[in-house]
């Protein structure tokens, strides 16, 4: 069973950083883009930043200068570097992989748990 497994979250002053790791276990053939949502209290979640296969970026205007998405496919990992945080950052952030579980067939997008990020003084 494919699972993505999140880490790193906590609590952090603003200005600081963090890096939010995602693993990847289980069988699978291949991973292809992975994706950074969050989700703060009240809102809808929103895409953070996207990483293709061929490791070309994308970034929420509001994060942009500030995090950095990245991966390790030796590693089947995935990580989100956080720096300059500010208290509007503060949400549950969660990993997003599209998976494919055998070749020839289409990947199927897995999440991982979320994790707490916050924000605070």
């Known amino acids: 069973q494919v699972q993505l497994v999140e880490s790193g979250g906590g609590l952090v002053q603003p200005g600081g950083s963090l890096r939010l790791s995602c693993a990847a276990s289980?069988?699978?053939?291949?991973?292809?883009?992975r994706n950074w949502y969050r989700q703060a209290p009240g809102k809808q979640r929103e895409l953070v930043a996207a990483?293709?296969?061929?490791?070309?970026?994308d970034y929420a205007d509001s994060v942009k200068g500030r995090f950095t998405i990245s991966r390790d496919n030796a590693k089947n990992t995935g990580y989100l570097q956080m720096n300059s945080l500010k208290p509007e950052d503060t949400a549950v952030y969660y990993c997003?992989?599209?998976?494919?579980?055998?070749?020839?067939?289409?990947?199927?997008?897995?999440w991982g748990q979320g994790t707490q990020v916050t924000v605070s003084s």
């Open positions: 990483i293709t296969n061929g490791g070309s970026t």
């Open positions: 289980g069988r699978f053939f291949s991973i292809t883009a």
């Open positions: 997003n992989a599209y998976i494919r579980t055998n070749w020839g067939l289409t990947p199927r997008d897995y």
